[in-house]
């Protein structure tokens, strides 16, 4: 028996860590096999991950080889094999899709030849995906259940799971088996853009329509329409110009996609549900830049898989760190399924050149990977090949200088107990999906408002809550009944918000929770059907406003006036409501309160967007609540987090790259100073000591007293650049 269990993968008797090696053994000789998996069990790493391409073991005659006849790269049984004897333990990522820098992204010719096979946009065009530095062919996005690629694939997939079916743990080393690489439709969020495939719409988007409705006259209610017959519907091709009238249908087709992409899924567990013995199975969510939640909801149980994330280069510190606290809120194990430790070039050399990867990169990327949640991380192409650099080894297996600091963090997670350690989170941020989707239509006609409130509004006040050193876990709108841990929780609102969302909303701030609504109140359901179950409750209406003003506050710390965009005035009929903020004459901001709890609302833009006004404004409002951090750092463009279990303290330093947690630019070593407050996390001990488990282990520690810690201590750091200090009862 094996499963997801405590931050780890538990084997029977046997828990291990998901630090899990990226090893291509088509790209990397099988000379050099044995070489790299030495290396790898001499940095502590139990766990290898492989992508397998079809384009490679499906030849164009639809001939399929997994034991190298003809080519020696196509020999994964004996990769296997090798895996198997010394002890690893195997993740298979077979695809479909399997990006990996590869031509077609492992998709054979002779499927996307076949124009059956092939997603179309809103034009009927081909969608072209796009290519990974020297990789000239990158491919047609695939329509993910149409007829004719789901032949093909079942063909493949089936002789796949024929030559792998032996290496299942426990007769052998693959423990789980990645299902596609994070489909997502190509990251295309524009609802134009996929999927307009003919053969595929015949076969699905009626039946979802139908289930989805319980008739036509459902239908025809929500769509203000006339339909006669389904047959009569066509899918939405033009989303300009959203208004209440249109929305529901414009939803609709985001829901379709989602629930395309569940039906890819469950045609994907079929096949491997063939298999003696069950794997795990990994699948990978697609985040948005500005994306709070994963974009599509996909629709699996969580808790025996692994479930996890893409992170890349190109992705702002922000944008990890808001991944990380979703997943270690909403998933068993919070996983990154792909984290590069090098960095993709055309020619690797003229890149190691011009931008090589440094030790102080190396340290922030995983600092801002273990400091905001992650428990397990696939580290992406850990040896180099001809359009890669900066790998902990080389191609042949040679250690590189990114290699003794990987070896130092592996071997660091047992002595910090990294399963184990937790963050004092007092705060939720909670995403909206359907605002989300809504944020990605051209041109609204109403509710323009959300995109400023989806792609700024609530991303600001997470790198706010990062600027006051206040840790936060992200959460889904959807699971708001599990939010009765924390003591504030922050929620975006619009016009239209689900009745069981705003019913949740009101039990949360009955709960004992305070809850800080953004926004313009609900007066809408989901469907467009009238609904004021807030707005009730609070006694209060809001008038769209969609401008800026002067806002006047008062808490009971802080008396502060800003600029600010302004979403919605309020009127209230509540004589115990407490006014907290108004834009001239206008009232834009209430709270109800009772003895532990209170229900606040504001009409405008909390964020600070970098104004010290404001972020004075917002640590005033979450001091009145009761919220306050065991931890300053006199720079507040260097992020601090602690982690801690009974015995055991993490403190997690980055510092970003310019601009991310600041408006100044910052390009050279910087000296600050720290204080963690070890007792109000209640870690009470006199003295200790600070190891940097970033630093060689002969590194001496710092020694000094709680009390000392708590008074400040010096430290330097360059951008980017991380440190994390281990501190353990004595």
């Given at each position: 028996?094996?499963?997801?269990?405590?931050?780890?993968?538990?084997?029977?008797?046997?828990?291990?860590?998901?630090?899990?090696?990226?090893?291509?053994?088509?790209?990397?000789?099988?000379?050099?096999?044995?070489?790299?998996?030495?290396?790898?069990?001499?940095?502590?790493?139990?766990?290898?991950?492989?992508?397998?391409?079809?384009?490679?073991?499906?030849?164009?005659?639809?001939?399929?080889?997994?034991?190298?006849?003809?080519?020696?790269?196509?020999?994964?049984?004996?990769?296997?094999?090798?895996?198997?004897?010394?002890?690893?333990?195997?993740?298979?990522?077979?695809?479909?899709?399997?990006?990996?820098?590869?031509?077609?992204?492992?998709?054979?010719?002779?499927?996307?030849?076949?124009?059956?096979?092939?997603?179309?946009?809103?034009?009927?065009?081909?969608?072209?995906?796009?290519?990974?530095?020297?990789?000239?062919?990158?491919?047609?996005?695939?329509?993910?259940?149409?007829?004719?690629?789901?032949?093909?694939?079942?063909?493949?997939?089936?002789?796949?799971?024929?030559?792998?079916?032996?290496?299942?743990?426990?007769?052998?080393?693959?423990?789980?088996?990645?299902?596609?690489?994070?489909?997502?439709?190509?990251?295309?969020?524009?609802?134009?853009?996929?999927?307009?495939?003919?053969?595929?719409?015949?076969?699905?988007?009626?039946?979802?329509?139908?289930?989805?409705?319980?008739?036509?006259?459902?239908?025809?209610?929500?769509?203000?329409?006339?339909?006669?017959?389904?047959?009569?519907?066509?899918?939405?091709?033009?989303?300009?110009?959203?208004?209440?009238?249109?929305?529901?249908?414009?939803?609709?087709?985001?829901?379709?996609?989602?629930?395309?992409?569940?039906?890819?899924?469950?045609?994907?567990?079929?096949?491997?549900?063939?298999?003696?013995?069950?794997?795990?199975?990994?699948?990978?969510?697609?985040?948005?830049?500005?994306?709070?939640?994963?974009?599509?909801?996909?629709?699996?149980?969580?808790?025996?898989?692994?479930?996890?994330?893409?992170?890349?280069?190109?992705?702002?510190?922000?944008?990890?760190?808001?991944?990380?606290?979703?997943l270690r809120g909403e998933t068993s194990l919070p996983w990154s399924s792909a984290y590069p430790f090098g960095r993709a070039a055309e020619d690797p050399k003229l890149g190691e050149s011009l931008q090589p990867i440094t030790d102080g990169e190396r340290r922030f990327m995983l600092a801002s990977?273990?400091?905001?949640?992650?428990?397990?991380?696939?580290?992406?192409?850990?040896?180099?090949?001809?359009?890669?650099?900066?790998?902990?080894?080389?191609?042949?297996?040679?250690?590189?200088?990114?290699?003794?600091?990987?070896?130092?963090?592996?071997?660091?997670?047992?002595?910090?107990?990294?399963?184990?350690?937790?963050?004092?989170?007092?705060?939720?941020?909670?995403?909206?999906?359907?605002?989300?989707?809504?944020?990605?239509?051209?041109?609204?006609?109403?509710?323009?408002?959300?995109?400023?409130?989806?792609?700024?509004?609530?991303?600001?006040?997470?790198?706010?809550?990062?600027?006051?050193?206040?840790?936060?876990?992200?959460?889904?709108?959807?699971?708001?009944?599990?939010?009765?841990?924390?003591?504030?929780?922050?929620?975006?609102?619009?016009?239209?918000?689900?009745?069981?969302?705003?019913?949740?909303?009101?039990d949360l701030y009955k709960a004992g929770v305070s809850v800080a609504v953004i926004g313009v109140l609900p007066k809408l359901d989901e469907n467009m059907s009238s609904c004021t179950l807030l707005s009730n409750f609070l006694k209060t209406k809001s008038t769209l406003m969609n401008s800026i003003?002067?806002?006047?506050?008062?808490?009971?710390?802080?008396?502060?006036?800003?600029?600010?965009?302004?979403?919605?005035?309020?009127?209230?009929?509540?004589?115990?409501?407490?006014?907290?903020?108004?834009?001239?004459?206008?009232?834009?901001?209430?709270?109800?309160?009772?003895?532990?709890?209170?229900?606040?609302?504001?009409?405008?833009?909390?964020?600070?967007?970098?104004?010290?006004?404001?972020?004075?404004?917002?640590?005033?409002?979450?001091?009145?609540?009761?919220?306050?951090?065991?931890?300053?750092?006199?720079?507040?463009?260097?992020?601090?987090?602690?982690?801690?279990?009974?015995?055991?303290?993490?403190?997690?330093?980055?510092?970003?790259?310019?601009?991310?947690?600041?408006?100044?630019?910052?390009?050279?070593?910087?000296?600050?100073?720290?204080?963690?407050?070890?007792?109000?996390?209640?870690?009470?001990?006199?003295?200790?000591?600070?190891?940097?488990?970033?630093?060689?282990?002969?590194?001496?520690?710092?020694?000094?007293?709680?009390?000392?810690?708590?008074?400040?201590?010096?430290?330097?750091?360059?951008?980017?650049?991380?440190?994390?200090?281990?501190?353990?009862?004595?």
């Amino acid at each position: 028996m094996f499963e997801i269990s405590q931050n780890k993968i538990s084997l029977g008797k046997e828990d291990i860590y998901a630090f899990a090696a990226e090893l291509h053994y088509f790209r990397l000789e099988k000379r050099y096999w044995s070489i790299c998996f030495e290396r790898l069990k001499r940095a502590g790493i139990r766990l290898i991950s492989t992508p397998v391409p079809w384009n490679l073991h499906q030849d164009k005659s639809r001939n399929i080889d997994f034991l190298g006849y003809d080519d020696p790269r196509k020999d994964l049984t004996v990769f296997l094999e090798l895996a198997r004897e010394l002890g690893f333990k195997v993740i298979l990522r077979p695809g479909p899709y399997i990006g990996a820098d590869w031509p077609n992204g492992g998709t054979p010719e002779f499927v996307t030849s076949d124009l059956r096979s092939l997603a179309r946009d809103h034009n009927g065009d081909e969608i072209p995906l796009t290519g990974a530095p020297g990789i000239k062919k990158a491919g047609y996005l695939a329509s993910y259940m149409s007829p004719a690629f789901q032949n093909s694939l079942k063909h493949y997939y089936k002789a796949f799971v024929d030559a792998t079916r032996n290496y299942i743990h426990p007769r052998g080393p693959v423990v789980i088996i990645e299902i596609d690489d994070s489909p997502s439709f190509g990251g295309l969020t524009d609802p134009a853009a996929s999927d307009y495939n003919a053969d595929m719409l015949t076969r699905e988007f009626n039946p979802f329509l139908m289930g989805r409705y319980e008739g036509l006259k459902e239908l025809n209610s929500a769509y203000k329409t006339k339909f006669k017959d389904y047959d009569e519907i066509e899918p939405l091709r033009e989303f300009e110009h959203a208004d209440q009238k249109s929305l529901p249908r414009m939803l609709d087709w985001f829901r379709f996609k989602e629930h395309l992409i569940r039906r890819y899924f469950e045609s994907l567990s079929s096949i491997y549900d063939s298999y003696t013995v069950q794997p795990l199975y990994s699948r990978s969510k697609f985040f948005t830049q500005k994306g709070l939640i994963p974009f599509y909801d996909v629709g699996y149980s969580d808790e025996q898989n692994l479930s996890g994330c893409e992170i890349s280069y190109q992705d702002s510190y922000s944008e990890v760190i808001r991944r990380g606290r979703y997943l270690r809120g909403e998933t068993s194990l919070p996983w990154s399924s792909a984290y590069p430790f090098g960095r993709a070039a055309e020619d690797p050399k003229l890149g190691e050149s011009l931008q090589p990867i440094t030790d102080g990169e190396r340290r922030f990327m995983l600092a801002s990977a273990l400091g905001s949640g992650f428990k397990g991380i696939d580290m992406k192409m850990f040896a180099d090949h001809n359009h890669w650099y900066g790998a902990p080894l080389k191609s042949d297996g040679s250690v590189t200088p990114g290699y003794e600091f990987v070896k130092r963090i592996v071997e660091s997670a047992e002595r910090m107990g990294l399963d184990e350690l937790a963050p004092d989170s007092q705060v939720a941020v909670v995403g909206n999906r359907l605002y989300q989707w809504f944020s990605q239509l051209p041109n609204p006609k109403d509710f323009e408002y959300i995109q400023r409130l989806v792609n700024d509004s609530i991303p600001g006040i997470c790198r706010d809550l990062s600027r006051l050193k206040l840790d936060y876990d992200v959460r889904e709108s959807g699971s708001i009944e599990k939010l009765t841990k924390y003591r504030l929780v922050i929620i975006p609102s619009a016009e239209f918000m689900a009745e069981s969302e705003q019913q949740a909303i009101i039990d949360l701030y009955k709960a004992g929770v305070s809850v800080a609504v953004i926004g313009v109140l609900p007066k809408l359901d989901e469907n467009m059907s009238s609904c004021t179950l807030l707005s009730n409750f609070l006694k209060t209406k809001s008038t769209l406003m969609n401008s800026i003003d002067t806002i006047a506050t008062k808490t009971k710390f802080a008396s502060v006036d800003f600029p600010a965009h302004v979403f919605s005035a309020l009127k209230t009929s509540d004589t115990r409501a407490k006014k907290i903020a108004h834009a001239g004459k206008s009232l834009v901001g209430v709270a109800a309160s009772k003895q532990d709890s209170t229900l606040n609302f504001f009409g405008f833009d909390i964020a600070s967007g970098f104004d010290h006004h404001k972020l004075t404004f917002l640590e005033s409002f979450l001091a009145e609540e009761g919220i306050k951090s065991a931890v300053y750092c006199s720079d507040p463009m260097i992020d601090v987090t602690v982690h801690s279990s009974a015995k055991k303290v993490v403190i997690f330093l980055t510092a970003p790259p310019a601009g991310e947690l600041g408006d100044r630019v910052e390009t050279q070593d910087k000296e600050f100073f720290m204080r963690v407050d070890l007792k109000q996390i209640g870690f009470e001990t006199p003295s200790i000591k600070m190891v940097d488990l970033f630093e060689p282990e002969e590194t001496p520690p710092l020694k000094l007293t709680s009390a000392a810690l708590a008074t400040g201590l010096h430290l330097r750091l360059s951008y980017p650049d991380g440190k994390v200090f281990f501190i353990e009862k004595r």
